[in-house]
């Protein structure tokens, strides 16, 4: 908010809403899956094998 406020440029404001919404949408539409999400991203990056979906078909999935 300081930021928009001193430059009066609305954008850093716009970008916290926007990632703040797809976490507030991720928790309340898969809570279990939300809080599994860090524990995950661990795996991932150890290099383990994490069973994952592709972008279309979540996509399909969801119905978009």
């Known amino acids: ?3 928009a406020t001193e430059s009066l440029d609305l954008t850093p404001l716009t970008a916290f809403v926007e990632r703040w ?10 809570a279990a ?3 599994a999400m860090p524990a995950t991203a661990e795996r991932l990056q150890r290099g383990e094998h994490v069973p994952t979906r592709s972008w279309s078909e ?3 999935q969801l119905g978009a």
Do not use: F, I, P, Q
Not at 21 to 30: E, G, Q
């Open 1 to 3: 908010m300081v930021e």
């Open 21 to 30: 919404w797809r976490v507030a949408w991720s928790s309340s539409t898969d």
């Open 33 to 35: 899956g939300h809080r």
């Open 58 to 60: 979540l996509r399909s």
